[in-house]
Each structure stands twice: as structure tokens, then as C-alpha cells.
């Protein structure tokens, strides 16, 4: 999948031209999984190309007080991150002295940086937006991101721009782990730990692709490719200190893998940041398994793996059925555990229910609690299956299906958990007429 980021000094419309892009797609994706939008990363489609976006604009606030080092380090992220960079200035405001780093910094770029002049809504501003060639990015495109017109054309040429990726082929069916979390929570010593130092020698090779990279390993009696991207490694070298540009780091990852390992600091608990890593994976349908790291430093009287356990399912809500295991990279305490839980999801995942014995078990439970009647109209549930899908999905046929409400989906779901391990695995339930 392709990833786009969208740069740009503050107030420019970053942010319209943003939800412009992913609108139409949420608004579907949401309804149905039910989990709120994040503010700087979607999935967005054109001319039937699905690709993501990130507004890199997430961090840098005020127009007044923002430094360079911020500006500097959005455009860092976009380059590292990204296929396409979309660079939005102002046609009202012209070029500032920011636009003018930001284009410094966009001028020795090798991907493609499509130059976006903002607010040009009729042919005054079009003749204005000439000023723009000084930015020396060459040809430009402008568009009105509140009435969206020239978005078309911004998109059509987006689309042009991407890389001609290989389809990747994958010949092994083999799992694949992306290991996510916040600077500092033991991921790479979880990574070590686990496989030793030599895989930074298999990766090197490849430095210069900016594609996420399959490691083959073979551990354990396992065998699992592990997800690393030209992104994180360079975080190794960058010492990361902003909430969002680390979670940004890991789309590529996550977007390339099956299952995320999210490892979390015990000492610090589930923060805000390690929500919107969880949240990236759930978006993106990925298995989860979360590691709480760095367990030999937590005094076990003053707090039990249950009531730790319990805290983090709270933030979880509402996709709780996700396993949690207590770890410590540094003492290697349940690190098998841990490989072994993260190969059970992968298995979770690829489950499939025969049809026969999913209506036999799911119609009985319609059957004891069927969904509320609505308007004096019973809403009958005759048949049901598993969708032949990559990720789990379920559909369950209905003569009324708009009366069948998110609670009762809800419970259809619970069920399902109930009954097979979906454990760490998100699972959709569609309600269609039969
Ligand atoms: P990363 O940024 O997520 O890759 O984190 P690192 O693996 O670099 O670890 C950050 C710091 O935490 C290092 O100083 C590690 O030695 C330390 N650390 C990692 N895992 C553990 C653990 O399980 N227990 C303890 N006590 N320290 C750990």
C-alpha cells in the first residue's frame, strides 16, 4: 500500500485537504467497526487505488510560535515515511519564509513532492499562484481544499506518482510480526533477546528500498518473518521524543505485517501513545498481542498482572479480547510465552468456521436472545456465515437489516469470541438482507 503525507506549514489547510481524502472512505470504515477516527492517519482511495495518508501536521500547533526544528523534522518524517509528499502553501498568504525551508528540504528529495497551492478558487488567484515556481519544485496544482475543486486533478496526479511497486509475493505462508511501541519500551531489546543481534546483518543489505523487509527467522521450533522498515531503523539513530512522530513510524510496519507485538514499559503503563499504536493495528485489521515489558522492575505486591491486566483492557474498549503478557526482555522471562501467544493469533486470524457448524451454533444463540423487535416488526435471522476473507468477517442474512443495531452486533461478536479463539484478532460482523 502506498502511503502519502501530506506537508506544510500550519494553517495552510493541511488538515481540510486531509479529511477530504479519507471522508468518503471512513465514513464507511467507521460506521461499520465502530472505532473513532484518528486525527492524522486514513485510508483514502481513487480511481480504485487504495492508499494511506498521513497529515504531518499533527504535532506542529500555533502559526506564531512554531520553530523551524519542528517543520524540519514533519518534512523529515514525510521523507522517511512516505511514497508521495504532498506540499500545501497559500496562494492568499504566498510564499513565507517556512515554505521557503520547507521547499529547501523537499528540493533534494528523490520521491515525488507534489507542490499543492491552496485557496485558489478563481482566476485572479490562479494568475497569483504563478509565484509559486520560485519554490523551485517545478510544476504545481492548485485547488480549493474547502470546495474540494482541484482535488481531482491533485489525486489523478498522486495516483501517477506512485511507485511502481512489485506485487510482493509472499511464497511462504509464514506469519509476519512487526514488533511496535514507543521509543524506549524494550522493542529492540525484545528483538534481540528473542533473535539475536545477527539480523541487523540480513536487513543492512537492503538500506536503500524503502519498502517494509521480511526477515526470515526460524526460532524455537517457529518460523515467523519479521516486518522492518528503512523507517525504523533509522530510529536507532534518531532519538525520538514526540508522541506522534513515533506512532506515525510505525504505519508502514503495521501496514506490512499480520500481527503487531505492541510492547509497552511496565513502569509506565498504557499511555495515549501506545493506544494509537493499538488503534493503528485494529484499524488496519492486524492481530495484537501486547507484551508489558520490563516486568522485573515492578514490585509484584504493590500491583498483581490481573489488576494490571484489567487497567489496560480498560483503554482497550471496546476490543478487550487481545492477549497480555508480562515480560522482560532483560531477563528473558516469558519471551517463549510470548512468541508462542503472538503464533496463536496468527492462527486466530486465519481460522476458518465451517459454515455447517457456524449456523448450528450461532443460530441457537439468535434463537435464546434475537434481536429486539422495532416498531412491532421481528427481525428474523435464518442463515450465517464466515466470508472467505483475508481478515475475519461474518455475515448473517436478515429479512429487516437496518433494525439490526450495534449492541446486538455486539453481541453476535461476543458470541463468536465465546465460542472459537479469536483471540487478538478484530473481527467484523455484517448484517445483510438475505
Ligand atoms: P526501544 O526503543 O523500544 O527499542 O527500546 P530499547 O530496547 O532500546 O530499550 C530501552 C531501554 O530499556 C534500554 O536501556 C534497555 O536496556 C531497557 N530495557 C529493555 N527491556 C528491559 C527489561 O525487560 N527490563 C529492564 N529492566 N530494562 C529493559
Not at 528540504?105 to 499543492?116: D, E, G
Not at 525484545?190 to 533473535?195: E, G, Q, R, T, V
Not at 516469558?334 to 492462527?347: D, I, M, N, P
Amino acid at each position: 500500500n502506498n502511503i502519502v503525507a501530506i506537508v506544510g506549514r500550519p494553517n495552510v489547510g493541511k488538515s481540510t485537504l486531509f479529511n477530504r481524502l479519507i471522508q468518503r472512505r471512513e465514513a464507511i470504515v467507521d460506521s461499520v467497526s465502530g472505532v473513532t477516527r484518528d486525527r492524522n492517519y486514513g485510508k483514502s482511495e481513487w480511481n480504485g487505488k487504495e492508499f494511506s495518508v498521513i497529515d504531518t501536521g499533527g504535532y506542529v500547533r500555533g502559526s506564531d510560535d512554531v520553530f523551524e526544528g519542528e517543520i524540519r523534522k514533519q518534512v523529515e518524517l514525510a521523507i522517511d515515511e512516505a511514497d508521495v509528499i504532498i506540499f500545501v502553501v497559500d496562494v492568499e498568504e504566498g510564499i513565507t519564509p517556512m515554505d521557503e525551508t520547507v521547499a529547501k528540504l523537499l528540493r533534494k528529495v528523490t520521491k515525488p513532492v507534489l507542490l499543492a497551492v491552496n485557496k485558489v478558487d478563481n482566476a485572479m488567484r490562479e494568475k497569483d499562484a504563478v509565484e509559486f515556481y520560485n519554490l523551485g519544485l517545478g510544476e504545481y496544482f492548485t485547488f480549493a481544499s474547502i470546495s474540494g475543486s482541484g482535488t481531482g486533478d491533485l489525486l489523478d496526479a498522486l495516483i501517477e506518482a506512485f511507485p511502481d511497486k512489485p506485487e510482493v509475493e509472499v511464497k511462504e505462508d509464514l506469519p509476519r510480526f512487526a514488533v511496535v511501541g514507543r521509543p524506549n519500551a524494550g522493542k529492540s531489546s525484545f528483538i534481540n533477546a528473542l533473535i539475536g543481534k545477527d539480523r541487523y546483518i540480513v536487513t543492512d543489505i537492503a538500506g536503500t528500498t524503502r519498502d517494509a523487509i521480511d526477515t526470515k527467522f526460524d526460532r524455537f521450533g517457529f518460523e515467523f518473518n519479521l516486518v522492518d522498515t528503512a523507517g525504523i531503523r533509522r530510529k536507532a539513530k534518531v532519538k525520538e521524543d514526540l508522541e506522534f512522530y513515533s506512532v506515525m513510524r510505525s504505519v508502514r510496519a503495521i501496514e506490512h505485517a499480520d500481527i503487531c507485538i505492541l510492547v509497552i514499559d511496565a513502569t509506565r503503563g498504557f499511555e495515549g501513545q501506545d493506544q494509537s499504536i493499538f488503534w493503528l493495528a485494529e484499524k488496519n485489521r492486524k492481530g495484537v498481542v501486547i507484551l508489558v515489558n520490563k516486568w522485573d522492575l515492578v514490585e509484584k505486591d504493590t500491583m498483581s498482572t490481573r489488576d494490571y491486566e484489567e487497567k489496560i483492557k480498560k483503554e482497550l474498549m471496546p476490543f478487550t479480547d487481545v492477549p497480555i503478557l508480562f515480560v522482560s526482555a532483560l531477563t528473558k522471562q516469558r519471551l517463549l510465552k510470548a512468541l508462542e501467544a503472538t503464533v496463536q493469533v496468527f492462527e486466530n486470524r486465519k481460522q476458518r468456521i465451517p459454515t455447517s457448524k457456524f449456523n448450528e451454533y450461532m443460530l441457537k444463540v439468535i434463537e435464546a436472545y434475537p434481536p429486539p423487535a422495532t416498531k412491532g416488526k421481528y427481525v428474523k435471522i435464518k442463515y450465517c456465515m464466515q466470508l472467505p476473507t483475508e481478515v475475519p468477517q461474518f455475515v448473517f442474512f436478515a429479512n429487516m437489516p437496518q433494525y439490526v443495531k450495534e449492541p446486538y452486533k455486539r453481541y453476535l461478536e461476543n458470541k463468536i469470541r465465546e465460542n472459537w479463539d479469536f483471540s487478538g484478532v478484530p473481527i467484523d460482523v455484517y448484517i445483510r438482507e438475505k
